[in-house]
């Protein structure tokens, strides 16, 4: 993993909705790497906006709010999108993680494409999946 920069070398920054902002913020720290960098706090301990970082991929986590048409994935039946996650040393990673509860939906494991990653979920059931791939490495145009 790079280090952080204040110009980050990607364009897409995904946002996530939790029921329970503080808290999940507090386990991606916890169980994955990711750092806060930028919390805007609303009222009774809910999060407006937050930026966090992975290296150069930035995430932007926000609570649920009634004036915004967002839902926790605790709410719905599957997962509607997942996370990938490039990382350098993934068994390190996956050791991390699982060491901090996180939950492993399929377990650490060389994939056909050539990655090695392993997939997990979040307290509030956001799905990721942490590898050494990196899309677009084989693209030729």
Do not use: Q
């Not at 993993?1 to 110009?7: F, G, L």
């Not at 392993?118 to 791939?133: L, V």
């Amino acid at each position: 993993m790079s280090a952080p920069t204040t110009d980050t070398d990607v364009n897409i920054y995904p946002s996530l909705y939790y029921d329970d902002a503080p808290a999940a913020m507090a386990f991606l720290e916890r169980a994955f790497g990711f750092k806060t960098r930028m919390v805007v706090p609303g009222p009774d301990g809910t999060v407006i906006h937050s930026e966090m970082s992975f290296g150069p991929g930035v995430i932007m986590v926000g609570s649920i709010r009634p004036d915004r048409p967002c839902a926790s994935p605790r709410t719905l039946t599957g997962v509607p999108a997942g996370l990938c996650v490039r990382v350098d040393d993934i068994d390190a990673h996956y050791a991390r993680a699982k060491a901090a509860g996180a939950r492993i939906t399929r377990e650490l494991k060389d994939e056909e494409y050539g990655s090695r990653g392993y997939m997990a979920r979040d307290p509030e059931g956001h799905g990721w999946y942490f590898g050494n791939y990196r899309p677009g490495a084989y693209w030729t145009t």
